[in-house]
T-cell receptor
């Protein structure tokens, strides 16, 4: 069955460092991969989308890579700030436009 | 634009009661979705709709029903509420068509407790 894995342990980093979050998947050939941010008590907010034929996408301090051979996406936040503390969800979609979400990884940025 | 709105924000139900969770979007999106999120878990798809009059089951549809009579509204009906339906419910919408996929916009959620 399709499986999406995100690190269940919280990632703790110091302010100013680069945070790297991982999303691995099995038994899946996604056409799209997305990253969302979710704050406590709120709905997820879209951050970045990358297509299967794209290797990397950037937006301001955010960077996403997509390796369909390794079946992995890496999500980077450079120059991290305490305000970046949140849970980050990855979501994969095939051609049906119906995404499947991972459990998310909590990021805590310490001042 | 208000985006995706959900009502109510909170609700406590007794076992066996029924209720409808409301969801409205004002972005003219064709796709709408209902998810539930349990503590420490990801979003699980309950039902989705690709347009008015068309709905389909997601991963966890049992105990729920939906309808989509207009582009804007996608209510979720809980019949005979059970404690296992205690969760946070999120509605989302997106516009995707003809090989163009766009991101989802989520509502603020409804926190439901069944006692």
């Amino acid at each position: 069955s399709q499986k999406i894995e995100q690190n269940s342990e919280a990632l703790n980093i110091q302010e100013g460092k680069t945070a790297t979050l991982t999303c691995n998947y099995t038994n899946y050939s996604p056409a799209y991969l997305q990253w969302y941010r979710q704050d406590p008590g709120r709905g997820p907010v879209f951050l970045l989308l990358i297509r299967e034929n794209e290797k990397e996408k950037r937006k301001e301090r955010l960077k996403v890579t997509f390796d369909t051979t390794l079946k992995q996406s890496l999500f980077h936040i450079t120059a991290s700030q305490p305000a970046d503390s949140a849970t980050y969800l990855c979501a994969l979609s095939g051609g049906s436009y119906i995404p499947t979400f991972g459990r998310g990884t909590s990021l805590i940025v310490h001042p | 634009n208000a985006g995706v709105t959900q009502t109510p924000k909170f609700r406590i139900l007794k076992i066996g009661q029924s209720m409808t969770l409301q969801c409205t979007q004002d972005m003219n999106h064709n796709y709408m979705y209902w998810y539930r999120q349990d503590p420490g878990m990801g979003l699980k798809l309950i039902y989705y709709s690709v347009g008015a009059g068309i709905t389909d089951k997601g991963e966890v549809p049992n105990g729920y029903n939906v309808s989509r009579s207009t582009t804007e509204d996608f209510p979720l009906r809980l019949e005979l509420a059970a404690p296992s339906q205690t969760s946070v419910y999120f509605c989302a919408s997106s516009y995707s068509t003809g090989g163009i996929y766009n991101e989802q916009f989520f509502g603020p959620g409804t926190r439901l407790t069944v006692l």
